[in-house]
């Protein structure tokens, strides 16, 4: 079976995956010079290097035949560590093609510098307020209008527009990298969800669901069932404060604002944080962390890694998290309990009872995109080597690698892909994710992290009960007109 590939295509309303606060933060943290390997877990057709070889072909015959005038150093800092590639295709494309950009550079000597991806946040974020920020770097969303205004990213819009993949890339994802009418990154690694429900469907069968609820209420009174079974109906982990928002409130929030109010939120078009349908989403989350039995108590302290261990070990029978959590989980499960593998399904967040906008919607995009330090421009040399390896790494070479091993879709288009080869479960989730469902925005890959610092913070606040909706709301918008 073929299928356009549509996650490129329904994105049009602008998108941002894998990956804004929206992102794996896998605990190990390496650091790796030229030699850096992927350690990609293989599709059962063939091995990740025959996929490695096969996949990017031509793309990678290309970028070797190229021959770029720099020799010496140039270094970039990621966060696909070999631990969090395992598993998850956006990160183990980016080392592939990492790899073969390097291999295919021997005069240059290529520095990687690989960070879990939470203390990669918080060092990027110190190299920037230093101005030390390494040659090529992967650029959220949220930074990019304060970084952009400091000088610090170099501006990409012509190398962008004149790039030979150009008419191949979806436009929308540029957006959260464009300030006025300048580019500074190429969107990198994965197009996928934040809030996918991951249930199994034999426990919710037990529980007397043919599949998972469709609305909270429904969730609820199933709560009362697995609660009396010593299973939490559904894990989800708030430890790193990011997760309430990307994985949750930006869908949540969506139900009730409809998709019109966050783009005017990020044109500055008159919308704000204190709209009473922000406020209601805010209500309505509160009262299922507080009020209800449905998450495990302890959400507001675990990580969504800790979190998606309640499911796997059969202690929770749902998780919420992104698309990462399901690759994952399904590497998880497929080695361990082939009978829980078998039984993952996907659903989106439930319907609240008074939201009245797009109950079949679920946040997706890029949330990080390759940049190129501004002081390169002062060595023409280097910058238009940096230059060709934020391109190669976000093009063909990197999106047919992973089309055709994982089902997914990145920057660049790939018009067709063989869901045939996959399994049951990549197939579901693809259609799932691109197919199936309507998209909305990941909030946190837009505005400024100055805002999301003060939202995130005072939602963790809100979700133990010790912060009404309406004070969070005003402190978001006092950040919002401050800072934004």
């Known amino acids: 079976m073929k299928k356009k590939m549509l996650s490129l295509l329904l994105c049009a309303a602008l998108t941002t995956t894998i990956l804004a606060g929206c992102s794996s933060s896998e605990p190990a943290a390496e650091t790796t010079g030229a030699e850096a390997v992927s350690e990609a877990v293989p599709e059962p057709e063939e091995t990740a290097e025959e996929a490695s070889a096969s996949a990017p072909a031509a793309a990678e015959e290309e970028t070797q035949g190229e021959q770029l005038a720099y020799t010496g150093e140039l270094e970039i800092m990621h966060y696909s560590t070999s631990e969090e590639s395992e598993g998850n295709g956006g990160s183990d494309g980016f080392r592939t093609v990492l790899a073969q950009w390097d291999e295919a550079h021997p005069d240059i000597t290529l520095t990687q510098n690989v960070l879990a991806n939470a203390e990669y946040k918080t060092q990027i974020a110190t190299l920037a307020a230093a101005d030390d920020l390494p040659d090529v770097f992967l650029l959220q969303g949220m930074n990019t209008i304060d970084w952009a205004n400091q000088g610090l990213v170099y501006d990409l819009t012509a190398d962008i527009q004149s790039s030979p993949y150009y008419d191949d890339y979806n436009q929308a994802y540029f957006i959260p990298f464009t300030v006025g009418e300048s580019i500074y990154g190429y969107p990198a690694l994965t197009g996928g969800t934040c809030t996918v429900v991951i249930y199994d469907k034999a426990m919710w069968k037990e529980a007397g669901y043919d599949a998972f609820p469709s609305t909270w209420e429904e969730v609820e009174a199933a709560a009362e069932y697995f609660r009396g079974q010593g299973i939490t109906p559904v894990a989800f982990g708030n430890g790193g404060k990011w997760q309430a928002n990307s994985d949750f409130l930006s869908t949540l929030g969506n139900r009730y604002t409809g998709p019109d109010w966050f783009m005017s939120l990020v044109a500055k078009e008159g919308a704000a944080f204190t709209d009473e349908a922000f406020v209601k989403a805010l209500t309505e989350m509160q009262r299922l962390f507080t009020e209800t039995e449905i998450f495990n108590e302890d959400f507001n302290v675990v990580t969504n890694e800790d979190a998606r261990e309640y499911y796997i070990s059969g202690d929770a029978a749902a998780f919420i998290g992104g698309n990462w959590d399901e690759s994952y989980i399904w590497a998880a499960l497929k080695d361990s309990d082939e009978e829980k593998w078998n039984n993952m399904g996907f ?138």
């Open 347 to 484: 659903a989106v967040l439930p319907q609240p009872a008074d939201a009245t906008e797009a109950p079949n919607s679920q946040n997706i995009g890029l949330g990080y995109a390759v940049a190129v330090n501004s002081k390169l421009a002062d060595d023409p040399d280097k910058l238009a080597a940096a230059i060709d390896l934020a391109e190669y790494i976000t093009g063909p070479a990197f999106a047919g690698y992973v089309a055709e091993n994982y089902a997914l879709g990145g920057l660049t288009k790939v018009e067709d892909v063989d869901l045939s080869a996959f399994d049951q479960i990549t197939q579901d989730f693809y259609n799932w994710s691109y197919v199936d469902t309507e998209t909305c925005e990941i909030y946190d890959s837009y505005i400024t992290n100055a805002v999301w610092d003060v939202l995130n913070t005072d939602m963790q606040t809100m979700l133990n009960g010790d912060m009404t909706p309406e004070d969070v709301a005003a402190n978001a918008q006092a950040a919002y007109e401050a800072n934004y």
